[in-house]
């Protein structure tokens, strides 16, 4: 199967399970891996054979920036969702890292993923 990728994305959030950690925005980085067959985008060179990835980014901006999150797996099921029912994608692939998580323990990032298909 196919896919598209949208890598390294980041956005600001108030995520966290303190209040503390809540007061104010972290940088949460995103990943998407969306799954179709991309033949005929290929062979037509039209976008509306394919995924807009900027479209993609928008939704997923407007997600993170609307809402505070305790948990970046909300965020990864919110946007899961988003792209399985508004985008012609057979199935996703959500990463999101939170850097600050445990950066006093030294750690790079603590992260999720998450794979969710249609009709499953």
């Known amino acids: ?6 890598q390294d994305a980041r956005f600001l959030s108030r995520v966290g399970v303190s209040d503390e950690e809540r007061a104010r925005p972290q940088e949460i980085i995103v990943d998407i ?24 980014h928008e939704k997923t901006a407007q997600i993170i920036g609307s809402a505070d999150f305790h948990l970046i797996e909300a965020i990864a099921e919110r ?9 012609a994608v057979e199935r996703v692939v959500v990463r999101v890292r939170k850097p600050a998580a445990l950066a006093a323990r030294d750690v790079r990032h603590a992260a999720v993923e998450i794979t969710r298909e249609k009709n499953g």
């Open 1 to 6: 199967m196919d896919k598209i990728v949208i």
């Open 33 to 56: 891996e969306m799954f179709r067959d991309l033949r005929a985008a290929g062979e037509s060179d039209d976008l509306r054979e394919t995924v807009c990835y900027a479209a993609v």
């Open 79 to 87: 946007l899961a969702a988003m792209v399985l029912c508004g985008f």
